[in-house]
């Protein structure tokens, strides 16, 4: 199993930015996907989740209305488009995937995002 970010760097407030997971070794079309991030020196703290099921999307109070997660099926990839970014979503992403019928759950290694002027 392999999950992969990618798209993580250095942008100043207000700027956009997207990042992608690429998954492999599992069974992607089953799979709920989501992005958890972890701010310097805090806890894990969900950021959003989207299901392959009519593509469903959910996101935490702190990124509704500026983030949006997408999936491509036919790339086994997600991505989370981040506009208006703030000093405070400064953090390590984490890509997950759950497995909804073996009820496994993946982690990819993170991409740093920090946002600072």
């Known amino acids: 199993v392999r999950l992969v970010e990618s798209g993580g760097g250095l942008v100043q407030p207000g700027i956009s930015l997207t990042l992608s997971c690429a998954a492999s070794?599992?069974?992607?079309?089953?799979?709920?996907m989501s992005w958890v991030r972890q701010p310097p020196g805090k806890g894990l703290e969900w950021v959003a989740s989207?299901?392959?099921?009519?593509?469903?999307?959910f996101y935490s109070d702190s990124v509704k209305g500026r983030f949006t997660i997408s999936r491509q099926e036919d790339k086994n990839t997600i991505r989370l488009q981040m506009n208006n970014l703030k000093p405070n979503d400064t953090a390590v992403y984490y890509c997950?995937?759950?497995?909804?019928?073996?009820?496994?759950?993946?982690w990819g290694q993170g991409t740093q995002v920090t946002v600072s002027s």
């Open positions: 997950r995937a759950t497995d909804l019928h073996v009820r496994s759950d993946y």
């Open positions: 989207i299901y392959s099921d009519k593509k469903l999307t």
């Open positions: 070794g599992f069974t992607f079309s089953h799979s709920a």
